[in-house]
């Protein structure tokens, strides 16, 4: 299986913060990365996905980039409603597998 | 407006059997790949199951292979999970998502996920 790792685990940001969260591959996924945003007692929401599209209805500050091994996603700005969990998935061979989720707190 | 509405989930004892359902509104059903997607107590995602649109390919974790069987009944625009021989570690919100592919094989990401079903498996 390939395994998904993202770093930081948490992370704590203020309203307006740049924000940067890592998701490393196990092996070579070309670009079929895709990142999600899950709050509390909800479902994941696709963000990004081919490593750096973004979905229909997604707020630009949100954007993705990266290919084979090491993908990124970045909040431009932080807005109160960004404070979730994001995942990253892989799409590129079954199983597919999750990273084990960033924490995004406020600060 | 695509709706995933999943039932069944509850309280069973190990080694009992449960049966999900998700019934799908909005899109055209037999369209599309689908795949169930579990989450334990504050932990993280994880892809049990996944159906093409057809019914015809179906793929299984590890640790759920053998004992779980995902089924789509396409005139009931209706997916379903059956699990049997279920474990204290099956325990989880089970999620049930649209693909956007027809193929499970060529799934690229879930555009559209259910509200969750409960599975709690104690004595």
């Known amino acids: 299986d390939i395994q998904m790792t993202q770093s930081p685990s948490s992370l704590s940001a203020s309203v307006g913060d740049r924000v940067t969260v890592t998701c490393r591959a196990s092996?070579?996924?070309?670009?079929?990365l895709n990142w999600y945003q899950q709050k509390p007692g909800k479902a994941p929401k696709v963000l990004i996905y081919?490593?750096?599209s973004l979905q229909s209805g997604v707020p630009s500050r949100f954007s993705g980039s990266g290919s084979g091994t090491d993908f990124t996603l970045t909040i431009s700005s932080l807005q109160p409603e960004d404070f979730a969990t994001y995942y990253c998935?892989?799409?590129?061979?079954?199983?597919?597998?999750f990273g084990q989720g960033t924490r995004l707190e406020i600060k | 407006e695509v709706q995933l509405l999943e039932s069944g989930g509850g309280l069973v004892q190990p080694g009992g059997s449960l049966r999900l359902s998700c019934a799908a509104s909005?899109?055209?059903?037999?369209?599309?790949?689908m795949s169930w997607v579990r989450q334990a107590p504050g932990r993280g995602l994880e892809c049990v199951s996944g159906i093409s649109g057809s019914g015809a390919t179906t793929h299984y974790a590890d640790s759920v292979k053998g004992r779980f069987t995902i089924s789509r009944d396409n005139s009931k625009n209706t997916l379903y999970l059956q699990m049997n021989s279920l474990r204290a570690e099956d325990t989880a919100v089970y999620f049930c998502a649209k693909d956007v592919s027809w193929s499970y094989y060529d799934s690229r990401y879930f555009d559209y996920w259910g509200q969750g079903a409960l599975v709690t498996v104690s004595s």
């Open positions: 081919g490593a750096s």
């Open positions: 092996q070579s996924i070309s670009s079929y």
């Open positions: 998935q892989q799409t590129y061979n079954t199983p597919r597998t």
């Open positions: 909005g899109f055209t059903f037999s369209s599309y790949a």
